[in-house]
C-alpha cells in the first residue's frame, strides 16, 4: 500500500473490507463487531451520511495536522497520524461501496450516491495537496529516509510519484480541470455500476 493511506483511491471503487482497525469507523457506522470484522446485516442507509461525515472531519484534521510546518517530516509520525485517520475513512466507504454492490436498495444507493463526491473530493485533495507533497520530499531527503528499510524505500519512492500522478505539481486551471476529471470519472463509475445492478435486478429467464 501507499504511505498515507490511498493516495489516489478509486472512490468509485468496492474495497472490501478487511480484518484491521475497524473499531472507529464501525462504531460511527452503529456496526457491531465480532472479532474485527463488521456484521453487515445490522448496517443502515441512515448510518452512511454520518459516518462518512465524522470520518472526512478526522482525516481532514489529520491532514492539517501533519502539513503544520511544525510537524516533523518523519515517516513514523505522519503515518501514526494520517495513515490512521485515511485508513479508516477508506475501510467505512469500503464497507458502504461493497454493500452498495450485493445489498443493493434505493435507499443506500441515495446514501452512496450523496457521499460519492465527497469521497471523491477528499482523495483528489489529498493526493494533490502542496504542503503533504513537500513533506513527503522531506521525508525522502532526510538523513533517516536511508536507514529504511527497502521495502519502505519502495513505498516511499511510490508515493512521490503517485503525487505527481495525482496533479501535485499541477497548477491553476490545470488543477481545477484534474480536479474536474476525477469527479466525472467517479459519477461516470458510479452510474455505470447502477445501471449494471438494475440489470441485473431486472434480469429473468422468461
Not at 463488521?38 to 482525516?59: G, M, N, Q, W, Y
Not at 461501496?97 to 445489498?103: G, K, P, Q
Not at 483528489?124 to 525522502?140: H, I, S
Request: include cysteine.
Amino acid at each position: 500500500g501507499l504511505l498515507y493511506g490511498r493516495l489516489q483511491a478509486p472512490p468509485g471503487t468496492a474495497w472490501l473490507p478487511e480484518a484491521l482497525r475497524w473499531a472507529t469507523a464501525l462504531a460511527a457506522l452503529k456496526y457491531t463487531i465480532q472479532g474485527d470484522l463488521p456484521l453487515f446485516d445490522r448496517s443502515r442507509p441512515e448510518h452512511v451520511a454520518p459516518a462518512i461525515d465524522t470520518l472526512l472531519a478526522k482525516a481532514n484534521a489529520a491532514l492539517e495536522t501533519v502539513t503544520a510546518s511544525g510537524f516533523p517530516a518523519r515517516w513514523d509520525a505522519i503515518a501514526k497520524v494520517l495513515d490512521v485517520a485515511t485508513e479508516e475513512l477508506g475501510r467505512a466507504w469500503g464497507a458502504v461501496s461493497h454493500l452498495n454492490s450485493v445489498a443493493d436498495t434505493p435507499e443506500l444507493r441515495a446514501a452512496y450516491n450523496e457521499a460519492l463526491p465527497r469521497i471523491t473530493e477528499f482523495w483528489t485533495r489529498l493526493g494533490a495537496d502542496e504542503r503533504l507533497y513537500a513533506k513527503t520530499m522531506a521525508v525522502a531527503h532526510s538523513r533517516a529516509a536511508a536507514g529504511l528499510s527497502p521495502a519502505r524505500q519502495k513505498v516511499l519512492a511510490d508515493a512521490l510519484r503517485d503525487f505527481v500522478l495525482g496533479g501535485a505539481e499541477l497548477q491553476g486551471p490545470a488543477r481545477e480541470r484534474y480536479a474536474a476529471i476525477q469527479d466525472r470519472c467517479a459519477a461516470l463509475s458510479r452510474q455505470f455500476g447502477d445501471h449494471v445492478l438494475d440489470a441485473t435486478d431486472a434480469f429473468t429467464l422468461d
